[in-house]
């Protein structure tokens, strides 16, 4: 995908919760998604079409960002993405508006349409905070009930994981 991985995404992650912990008046988000029924991709078109997803879905949702926000890959079709200064509202309306267009793309296999959702778990990162473990457990909280309620759906996770 070209995208960092766990590892640059950690660092990523680290700085910005400790440029908030300095600053608790800023605002930052997390965004982990997760591509719905992605084996079924794999199983039905192979791995090459798999892949050729992985990436369709990267370039998506890198049209969708700031300069500002980190996307990764954090592994098999699991991505997230880092929204500095970006208040809840923002965060839900950037994921929204990436979820919708996804579901909307158009990704063909020798010419038949691969269908394609996402689901996406939100947090805010807060001063409270104590590691970047604590704010991707809490995202990834959000991520099961949307999961859990149907997928293709945004959730989120206020609460701070302490």
Same mark, same amino acid.
Not at 62 to 67: P, Q
Not at 71 to 92: K, Y
């Given at each position: 995908?070209?995208?960092?991985?766990?590892?640059?995404?950690? =660092?990523?992650?680290?700085?910005?919760? *400790?440029?908030?912990? /300095? #600053?608790?008046?800023?605002? @930052? &988000?997390? !965004?982990?998604?997760?591509?719905?029924?992605?084996?079924?991709?794999?199983?039905?078109?192979?791995?090459?079409?798999?892949?050729?997803?992985?990436?369709?879905?990267?370039?998506?949702?890198?049209?969708?960002?700031?300069?500002?926000?980190?996307?990764?890959?954090?592994?098999?079709?699991?991505?997230?993405?880092?929204?500095?200064?970006?208040? =809840?509202?923002?965060?839900?309306?950037? *994921?929204?508006?990436? /979820? #919708?267009?996804?579901?909307? @793309? &158009?990704? !063909?296999?020798?010419?038949?349409?691969?269908?394609?959702?996402?689901?996406?778990?939100?947090?805010?990162?807060?001063?409270?905070?104590?590691?970047?473990?604590?704010?991707?457990?809490?995202?990834?909280?959000?991520?099961?009930?949307?999961?859990?309620?149907?997928?293709?759906?945004?959730?989120?996770?206020?609460?701070?994981?302490?």
């Amino acid at each position: 995908t070209g995208l960092p991985n766990r590892r640059h995404f950690m =660092l990523q992650l680290g700085s910005d919760l *400790a440029r908030v912990q /300095r #600053q608790p008046s800023l605002k @930052s &988000a997390l !965004l982990m998604l997760d591509l719905d029924h992605f084996k079924l991709v794999n199983d039905n078109y192979g791995h090459g079409v798999g892949d050729a997803v992985l990436r369709h879905f990267a370039e998506l949702a890198g049209n969708e960002m700031r300069k500002v926000d980190t996307l990764g890959r954090l592994g098999g079709e699991e991505f997230a993405i880092l929204l500095p200064d970006t208040d =809840l509202p923002g965060a839900q309306f950037v *994921a929204e508006r990436l /979820r #919708q267009r996804v579901e909307s @793309s &158009a990704f !063909l296999s020798k010419g038949q349409p691969v269908a394609l959702t996402v689901s996406v778990g939100i947090g805010l990162i807060d001063p409270a905070d104590h590691s970047v473990e604590a704010v991707l457990a809490r995202c990834d909280q959000a991520l099961y009930v949307a999961k859990r309620k149907g997928r293709n759906r945004v959730e989120l996770n206020e609460r701070p994981a302490g």
